[in-house]
């Protein structure tokens, strides 16, 4: 899968598994935060994106608040993260 169609992927997860009915995956920013000033998603939203990602590319999560933190930025450091995790499988 190439970084294009990755950072894809992990945008299409995010309109479907928050239901974001008035966006579409290309209206998301790939560098874009996805809290706060961007996407506005909150703790629950990072639940279930964490958990679609989790299932969709086999990936575990750190149990360290802030490397969670910085993993969810945004589309490219989601894709960062995968990228790293399928590289030590």
């Known amino acids: 899968m190439t970084r294009e169609e990755l950072e894809q992927k992990i945008k299409e997860l995010i309109v ?3 239901d974001l009915e ?3 995956a290309a209206d998301i ?3 874009a935060p996805l ?3 961007g996407l506005g998603l909150d703790s629950i939203d990072a639940l279930e994106l964490g958990m ?3 299932k969709a590319f ?3 999560f750190s149990q360290n608040p802030a490397d969670n933190k ?3 930025q945004s589309v ?3 894709a960062d993260f995968v990228e790293e995790q399928q590289k030590d499988k």
């Open 76 to 78: 490219r450091t989601l």
């Open 29 to 31: 920013d790939a560098g």
């Open 22 to 24: 008035d966006l579409t």
């Open 16 to 18: 479907s598994s928050l």
């Open 58 to 60: 086999g990936v575990s």
């Open 52 to 54: 679609a990602i989790k």
């Open 70 to 72: 910085a993993t969810f």
């Open 35 to 37: 809290f706060g000033e």
